[in-house]
């Protein structure tokens, strides 16, 4: 059973800093993309970034470059999103999910995606 699991999230003041995990179970890791999407309330689903497992290749969103960064820890199963210099328009749950490739449009292709943790960033 393909499982991902989110956690990290919390509230922080702007400025900040949080790190997200998700822990991935249930297929091989190494052969899929793992992808970090957003969604705050009345706004649109965004998608922040990705690595793809198989040769290490990342992407991230314009809104977040220079600020995010995403890692892969292949021996455990994880992914990591660093989120420094945090903003309140930031505020989201941040999920992770699974799909074919990395790239602007990765989301396109998730198949699986885990509950999400709320990161809340205050002014």
């Known amino acids: 059973e393909v499982q991902l699991v989110e956690s990290g999230g919390g509230l922080v003041q702007a400025g900040g800093s949080l790190r997200l995990s998700c822990a991935a179970s249930?297929?091989?890791?190494?052969?899929?993309?793992i992808g970090w999407f957003r969604q705050a309330p009345g706004k649109q689903r965004e998608g922040v970034s990705c690595?793809?497992?198989?040769?290490?290749?990342?992407y991230v969103s314009d809104s977040v470059k220079g600020r995010f960064t995403v890692s892969s820890d292949n021996a455990k199963n994880t992914v990591y999103l660093q989120m420094n210099s945090l903003k309140p328009e930031d505020t989201a749950v941040y999920h992770c999910?699974?799909?074919?490739?990395?790239?602007?449009?990765?989301?396109?292709?998730?198949?699986?995606w885990g509950k999400g943790t709320l990161v809340t960033v205050s002014s």
């Open positions: 690595i793809n497992n198989r040769d290490g290749s990342t």
């Open positions: 999910a699974r799909s074919p490739g990395c790239g602007k449009y990765y989301y396109n292709g998730m198949d699986y």
């Open positions: 249930g297929f091989t890791f190494d052969d899929w993309t």
